[in-house]
């Protein structure tokens, strides 16, 4: 069985940093695609950031682009998102998403994991 697991959300200022990661766990296989989406109550869901270990390529949201990176420690089965330079449209709930299937461009994925929560405060 597949599971998700983020952590490193918290509350930081306009401008600050945030690492979020997630542990990956359950792919009988190590080239499944993986990535992150964020939520707004009321408003749809967004994929931020998505890459695929069979090849390493990645996409990322507009809204993000030049502030946020993803990245892989195959070792540990681990994702990262790294957010620089955040703003206060910046706070959701993020989202561990993956799936078996190849995907890059933050399409649809089966497994999510609980969610972790990004606040940044004007």
């Known amino acids: 069985e597949v599971d998700l697991v983020e952590s490193g959300g918290g509350l930081v200022r306009t401008g600050g940093s945030l690492r979020l990661s997630c542990v990956a766990s359950?792919?009988?296989?190590?080239?499944?695609?993986i990535g992150w989406f964020r939520q707004v109550p009321g408003k749809e869901r967004e994929g931020v950031a998505c890459t695929s270990r069979a090849d390493g390529r990645t996409h990322f949201a507009d809204s993000v682009k030049g502030r946020f990176s993803i990245s892989n420690d195959n070792a540990s089965n681990t994702v990262y998102l790294q957010m620089n330079s955040l703003k206060p449209e910046d706070t959701a709930i993020y989202y561990c998403?993956?799936?078996?299937?190849?995907?890059?461009?933050?399409?649809?994925?089966?497994?999510w994991g609980p969610g972790t929560q990004v606040t940044v405060s004007s």
């Open positions: 359950g792919f009988t296989r190590d080239d499944y695609s």
């Open positions: 998403v993956a799936d078996r299937y190849y995907s890059v461009y933050c399409e649809a994925y089966n497994y």
